[in-house]
């Protein structure tokens, strides 16, 4: 049934509303992520700065128990200070009734153009992945983030290459030297993942160029597809799904990584702890590549978390600025500098209790082993021996149990952010990440603790403030 969008976004407003409401004192909601306003987030989509605003959309299920894939909205000036709008795109026509699923945003003369998948699963007895399921390019336009134009479906089914499945998603979109491009993941009927690489003249009109894909076979579907330039290189980013676990690689159910050249043996993970994936990268106006992920991964056979209990799920992490560092040849991750906003000064660790939120800097100069423990339950431990990281929950990890990392260099520097239920640790000015939720037992109302077993020339702990979120 094809939704009414005024009524629903009413709905859902009602329902922000409320949440706000009775989520005043939620131990679990982050201080410095975007999590919804109510029921469930993931992907990150329309990624873009538009004069001084930055907008952030997200696949929302603001009644994710009943279903419903919606794109949410938050914008900002300065990463600190957002506004939340709501629902932007609901499943209210009949090419994406089935959820208004993944998308980018492509900016011209003051307008956003918005392509996203709309997603259609016929009644019937199907498996979704060979027959029954419309897979539709559709392109809305929004001067603001906020009021959307009428859609258009630009690519059906019909448009695709004959030896896909139904599963092609996730455009892409950006404009070159000789015309715009839209990238967009797919699974072949033969279940091999690859990527579709389309070209337009015009933004409306699109004609198949070729595939992208690696020679070997690399996992059955590759998600959420990216391109861009970095530092001189040619990169593409995918999720491929399907990938056999390693000890020090692929270690999620499904992958999130890039390729600098499309060689298996040369495909980088992102990320490599438990939650990350989807991520999306746009260019702001000070050219700065900005990435900004899902602090979770599909299918993960993670237990149901507390926060769930409060009537939301899921969150994003922390926008992360993308270097290419050529000597090592792989991409540095880095908290974006506006985010130092949020310090409000140093933390004692042998006279003061640690707050809810904290950054945690440690600069080593010395090639020794090292371990943190976070509040008796996360163990991060370094084996200078062998250069190998290891995350490791000793409870409340809700099924989370070990990440592996093997380094190329020992570690000289970590950056530690801490929320209230979330994790990201910064290797070697960002060259390797490890991102996970992390929900430590506030019920019982114990004091965070943090013990730190390591030789360091210093060690900094800083007390972090929350953003600031209004309902607009």
């Not at 390693?246 to 050249?261: A, K, L, P, V």
Request: aromatic letters at 14%; a negative charge.
């Amino acid at each position: 049934m094809v939704k009414n969008f005024k009524e629903d976004v009413e709905r859902i407003r009602a329902l922000e509303e409320a949440q706000r409401a009775i989520g005043k004192d939620d131990p679990y909601y982050p201080a410095f992520h975007l999590a919804p306003p109510v029921g469930w987030l993931n992907d990150p989509n329309g990624l873009c700065q538009m004069g001084d605003v930055h907008h952030i959309f997200f696949q929302y299920s603001p009644q994710w128990k009943k279903g419903g894939q919606y794109w949410g909205h938050y914008e900002t000036k300065d990463f600190i200070n957002y506004d939340c709008t709501g629902a932007f795109l609901a499943p209210d026509s009949n090419e994406d009734r089935s959820g208004v699923y993944s998308g980018s945003a492509l900016l011209e003369d003051g307008v956003m153009y918005l392509y996203y998948t709309g997603n259609v699963k016929e009644e019937g007895d199907y498996d979704y992945i060979y027959e029954g399921r419309g897979a539709n390019v559709i392109l809305v336009e929004s001067k603001d983030g906020r009021v959307a134009s009428k859609k258009q479906v630009l690519l059906t089914n019909g448009d695709y290459p004959k030896n896909l499945s139904c599963h092609v998603r996730d455009p892409k979109v950006w404009k070159g030297k000789d015309g715009y491009f839209m990238v967009l993941g797919a699974r072949t009927k033969d279940d091999k993942g690859c990527i579709l690489l389309y070209r337009s003249d015009d933004k409306y009109h699109w004609e198949f160029m070729k595939f992208i894909e690696t020679k070997e076979r690399f996992g059955y579907m590759w998600e959420c597809p990216d391109y861009f330039l970095l530092g001189g290189h040619s990169i593409t980013a995918t999720c491929p799904q399907g990938l056999k676990s390693e000890e020090y690689r692929f270690q999620n159910i499904h992958q999130s990584g890039y390729f600098t050249d499309l060689r298996v043996e040369n495909f980088l993970e992102w990320d490599m702890g438990f939650d990350f994936y989807a991520p999306q990268t746009y260019e702001d106006q000070k050219g700065r590549r900005i990435m900004i992920g899902w602090m979770g991964v599909p299918d993960a056979p993670f237990q149901e978390e507390p926060s769930m209990e409060k009537g939301w799920s899921q969150l994003l992490t922390v926008p992360r600025q993308l270097i290419y560092d050529s000597t090592q040849r792989l991409i540095r991750q880095w908290p974006i500098e506006e985010l130092e906003q949020l310090r409000d000064g140093k933390i004692d660790l042998e006279k003061e209790a640690l707050p809810s939120a904290y950054e945690l800097l440690l600069d080593k100069n010395h090639e020794d082993d090292l371990e943190l423990l976070f509040d008796d339950a996360l163990l991060f431990t370094y084996h200078s021996g062998d250069k190998t990281c290891q995350l490791r929950f000793l409870k409340d990890g809700y099924g989370r149990e070990v990440r592996n990392i093997s380094l190329n260099h020992g570690i000289r520097t970590m950056r530690v952010l801490v929320d209230r239920c979330s994790i990201e640790i910064f290797i070697n000015a960002g060259s390797y990440v490890m991102t996970s939720k992390f929900f430590y037992h506030q019920r019982e109302n114990r004091e965070r603790t943090l013990k730190v077993d390591g030789k360091f020339s210093e060690i900094t702990c800083l007390r972090l403030k929350e953003f600031n979120i209004k309902l607009a």
